[in-house]
């Protein structure tokens, strides 16, 4: 049988503690207990009774504890988006000043810039797609597009709000990221052909190419070595815009190169002219890259058909006051003008990237080509704004207008593979080791060789 329990042990214990202390209380004269001394234990005894009951029939109550704060997890590291480039000097540090302002607008991504070998940054970009090990964006010469859009080694860039964009950048350098009529990289600057020209040694730019010829330098006849009034490199891409003065034409369907027999007599007369132009006395016109820039160089020449790119070599040469810039001349007796080419450097995304990486590389894409960022590549780089809306004045103020009427540079793989085939006709020609007639055919036979063509 359960052994019963006492509800209330601590009222009963309290109880007979009193009764000792009623027999045991101090006591007056002649042992009777003092009035005063017993009034106390009198008032206390209700109180120790009720504290008594109040502490059986009421819980205990835990002591609160102080509620612990929240865990916070680790700080989500930043995004890293990789971008290869071959640019270098002036023109690097202004990408890389670029990147670090959008990285002050957007904390939580980090833009890494790696210099690479412009000779060989598409072939390392293609083989590290294929192990994985490429870069999230390449910046490259528009040329080399093609090649990698067909392989899908980039993606193509159908974001609204790279599409937005567009209407701010100048047509032909947004045709140069085009490929079958797609959008696969947007272009931040550009490089074309222009006439240099010296003020201090000819005030008006040449109104046709032979008036450029003909132009005598004022210190040609007390400089100990000729001086010129006009040097020329001789090339494929140099030389091609004057095609269709002549008549001819090189572009065929789907951006395809071809020499057919109906641009047989335009192509002819303008390896003709090519060829006339060499051999004149007046200028130096020539296959030799090292004796223009050696003449350019010496500051001896007055003018010069030359790449844009190459104005600041200009304005160290001359001085930045005397540098003339003008569209490659009209040539004289003849109806149409020549078309230069424009060659843009373009920005692609890697194909393999997350959806979060492609969204972050396209916003930083469209950051390179607004207004501030295109301005701060020229004046900080010398990179010519592609973006129309640039506020820009001086020399690129004058390539802006230059330019306008510009195509742009081939850049499919057909095209890629067609340059060797042309720049050997031309030189051929130059060279004197096959007649214009003879260099067309054996050009025309190699084009229709090539892989790739329908």
């Known amino acids: 049988m359960r052994a019963r329990v006492d509800p209330h042990p601590r009222l009963r214990a309290i109880i007979r503690v009193h009764r000792r202390s009623q027999g045991s209380s101090p006591t007056g004269t002649k042992g009777r207990p003092h009035l005063l001394l017993k009034l106390p234990r009198l008032l206390l005894l209700p109180l120790l009774v009720l504290a008594a009951a109040c502490s059986a029939t009421t819980p205990s109550q835990p002591t609160p504890q102080p509620t612990p704060a929240p865990t916070t997890g680790a700080a989500t590291p930043p995004l890293v988006l990789t971008l290869w480039h071959s640019w270098s000097g002036r023109s690097a540090q202004a990408l890389d000043l670029l990147a670090r302002r959008y990285e002050q607008n957007h904390p939580d991504v980090r833009i890494s810039l790696r210099s690479r070998p412009a000779a060989s940054l598409v072939r390392d970009y293609s083989a590290g797609v294929a192990d994985g090990s490429a870069p999230q964006m390449l910046l490259v010469r528009s040329r080399y597009l093609g090649e990698l859009a067909e392989r899908r080694y980039v993606l193509p860039l159908q974001d609204k709000s790279v599409q937005e964009r567009l209407g701010d950048l100048l047509p032909a350098a947004v045709d140069g990221g085009r490929i079958g009529g797609i959008l696969h990289a947007l272009p931040i600057t550009f490089d074309s052909l222009v006439l240099f020209y010296d003020r201090r040694q000819m005030p008006q730019p040449p109104k046709t190419l032979d008036d450029a010829i003909a132009f005598v330098p004022p210190q040609a006849t007390a400089s100990p070595e000729r001086s010129w009034g006009l040097a020329y490199y001789l090339s494929a891409p140099t030389t091609l815009p004057y095609l269709n003065v002549f008549g001819g034409s090189l572009l065929g369907p789907g951006g395809t190169i071809a020499l057919d027999d109906a641009n047989r007599a335009g192509t ?49 040469l001359w001085g930045e006051d005397a540098v003339g810039l003008a569209p490659l001349p009209d040539l004289g007796g003849q109806s149409a003008s020549p078309t230069p080419w424009l060659l843009s450097d373009v920005i692609c995304v890697n194909t393999v990237t997350s959806q979060q990486q492609r969204a972050a590389a396209v916003d930083f894409l469209v950051f ?49 593979r067609a340059w060797p085939v042309l720049d050997e006709m031309v030189r051929s020609v130059l060279a004197g080791s096959a007649t214009p007639a003879e260099a067309f055919d054996k050009a025309a036979t190699g084009l229709r060789a090539l892989p790739g063509r329908p």
């Open 268 to 316: 002819l007369r303008w390896l003709e002219w090519i060829q006339s132009l060499h051999s004149d006395q007046r200028t130096t016109a020539t296959d030799d890259f090292g004796v223009v820039d050696s003449l350019i160089q010496s500051n001896r020449v007055a003018a010069a058909i030359d790449w844009s790119y190459r104005l600041a070599d200009y304005q160290r």
């Open 368 to 416: 390179l080509v607004s207004g501030s960022a295109q301005e701060l590549l020229w004046s900080r780089g010398s990179e010519q704004p592609v973006n129309r809306r640039a506020q820009v004045d001086g020399a690129a103020k004058a390539i802006a207008g230059i330019v306008a009427g510009t195509v742009a540079f081939p850049n499919t793989t057909a095209a890629s």
